[in-house]
């Protein structure tokens, strides 16, 4: 069955860092992977779309990679800040497929 | 702009009562609607999707039930309430015709007694 790893439940960062979120797959061949951020009792907000013939996707200090062969997303946030500290989903999908399986996600937290 | 409202924000309700909680979308027509349940400590777990009126996919075989009765509205129900149905009930959308990015609603505690 599929399986969608976010590589740890938390991770604590210094303020202005570079943090790095894995997100890994097996028995699966996404043709797409979508990257969201949840807030504590609100829903999820769409970050970024990455497609499986792209390697790497910006926007403003967040950095998507997608890599095919390894079964791996990597999200990048540069220069990071308290305010960035949040719950981050990945989600691949089929092609064609509007349905999203989320992993459980990575609290990131950046200490000030 | 499009705004996907949800109500009610949290709702406590005892075993065996009936649910109803709905979800609508303004400013775009034909959306996708997805129902997620989100439990304490687990990941979201898509329950049903809609890519039309009448339309129903369910993921999940259990105590639910969806429906989308108008084009922008989406409505999950359940006939008698399990402590297991407590969770974070999200309702999301898609362009169907275009996008793949899902935009969430703003959620419903439900807490089962």
């Known amino acids: 069955s599929q399986k969608i790893e976010q590589n740890s439940e938390a991770l604590n960062i210094q303020e202005g860092k570079t943090a790095t979120l894995t997100c890994n797959y097996t028995?699966?061949?996404?043709?797409?992977l979508q990257w969201y951020r949840q807030d504590p009792g609100r829903g999820p907000v769409f970050l970024l779309l990455i497609r499986e013939n792209e390697k790497e996707k910006r926007k403003e200090r967040l950095k998507v990679t997608f890599d095919t062969t390894l079964k791996q997303s990597l999200f990048h946030i540069t220069a990071s800040q308290p305010a960035d500290s949040a719950t981050y989903l990945c989600?691949?999908?089929?092609?064609?497929?509007?349905?999203?399986?989320f992993g459980k996600g990575t609290k990131l937290s950046v200490i000030p | 702009s499009q705004t996907i409202h949800q109500w009610p924000a949290t709702l406590v309700q005892p075993v065996g009562s009936p649910l109803s909680l709905e979800c609508t979308v303004e400013?775009?027509?034909?959306?996708?609607l997805y129902w997620y349940r989100q439990a304490a400590g687990r990941g979201l777990q898509l329950l049903f999707y809609s890519v039309g009126i009448g339309q129903i996919s369910s993921e999940v075989p259990q105590n639910l039930s969806a429906s989308r009765p108008q084009d922008r509205q989406f409505i999950l129900s359940s006939k008698k309430l399990l402590l297991s149905d407590s969770g974070f009930y999200l309702c999301?959308?898609?362009?169907?015709?275009?996008?793949?990015?899902?935009?969430f609603g703003p959620g419903t505690r439900l807490t089962v007694t």
């Open positions: 999301a959308w898609s362009d169907g015709d275009s996008a793949y990015e899902q935009y």
């Open positions: 028995n699966y061949s996404p043709a797409y």
């Open positions: 400013g775009t027509s034909n959306p996708n």
């Open positions: 989600a691949p999908s089929g092609a064609g497929s509007y349905q999203l399986t």
